[in-house]
């Protein structure tokens, strides 16, 4: 007698042995005990074995709160975080790392580095001089 090939249940990516014990699961869904099972809301992947265990977030602008295991937003300015929401890894654009926190560099500066008024990159029109954004005056 012949075997068939059946479809895995809907719950399943792949399966093994019968359509009902899941291999792997579609995204945002964890596996235990061969059944898939819906991630929490904050959770990208909970493939530890609990649907509130997050393994991974689902962008770089959210961290994985080691006190809860659940993925929770990184402060605005800050472009990455590390530890808690307000403990920058990294800032958006136009802003500075200082201390963990992220600093508006100065209004001259289209981008600084080490301090809120050493500019790295100015906005069009303006010449980088020695960590400052100077205005070129024409000389005719």
Excluded: W
Aim: glycine letters at 4%; a negative charge.
């Amino acid at each position: 007698m012949a075997s068939q090939c059946e479809n895995c249940s809907n719950n399943c990516a792949t399966c093994i042995e019968n359509r009902y014990k899941c291999l792997t699961c579609h995204e945002r869904q964890g596996l235990i005990n061969d059944q898939c099972f819906q991630c929490h809301a904050s959770c990208y992947k909970c493939d530890l074995g609990d649907r509130n265990i997050c393994s991974e977030c689902f962008t770089s602008h959210q961290f994985l709160d080691p006190t809860t295991n659940l993925c929770v937003e990184c402060d605005s300015l800050c472009l990455t975080c590390s530890g808690t929401a307000s403990t920058c890894a990294s800032c958006e654009t136009g802003y500075v790392l200082m201390n963990n926190s992220c600093a508006k560099c100065d209004d001259s500066c289209l981008t600084c580095a080490g301090s809120f008024n050493n500019c790295s990159s100015c906005r069009t029109g303006v010449t980088l001089s020695e960590g400052a954004c100077l205005v070129q005056c024409n000389t005719n």
